[in-house]
Nanobody, 120 residues
Framework: QVQLVESGGDLVQPGGSLRLSCAASVSAFSTYTMGWFRQAPGKQRELVAKITSGGSTNYADSVKGRFTISRDNAKKSLYLQMNSLKPEDTAVYYC??????????????WGQGTQVTVSS
């Protein structure tokens, strides 16, 4: 059973920055396309960024130019650098592996997530 542990969430003012981390307990981490998802209160979970095993990235329009996804395969870790944060970025953020690059179907059970709150 793969375990995902997200961290780095916090309360931040609009315009601020945060860096989220995700640690995955899987031996073949480097082979998976990984994604960051978020779920705001009363809304469905959405994919905001993804990165392939080769490092190609893609972003939701709502975060493009502000968020950067990256990975460290040696550490089996995924990161999300979030800049110019807006109140609408407030959500619980999760990481997971994607079944395919073009799918939002995930492979593993969800971790506990990390809360990001953007508010003055």
């Amino acid at each position: 059973q793969v375990q995902l542990v997200e961290s780095g969430g916090d309360l931040v003012q609009p315009g601020g920055s945060l860096r989220l981390s995700c640690a995955a307990s899987v031996s073949a981490f480097s082979t998976y396309t990984m994604g960051w998802f978020r779920q705001a209160p009363g809304k469905q979970r959405e994919l905001v960024a993804k990165i392939t095993s080769g490092g190609s990235t893609n972003y939701a329009d709502s975060v493009k130019g502000r968020f950067t996804i990256s990975r460290d395969n040696a550490k089996k870790s995924l990161y999300l650098q979030m800049n110019s944060l807006k109140p609408e970025d407030t959500a619980v953020y999760y990481c997971n592996a994607l079944r395919t690059y073009y799918s939002t179907v995930t492979l593993w059970s969800w971790g506990q997530g990390t809360q990001v709150t953007v508010s003055s």
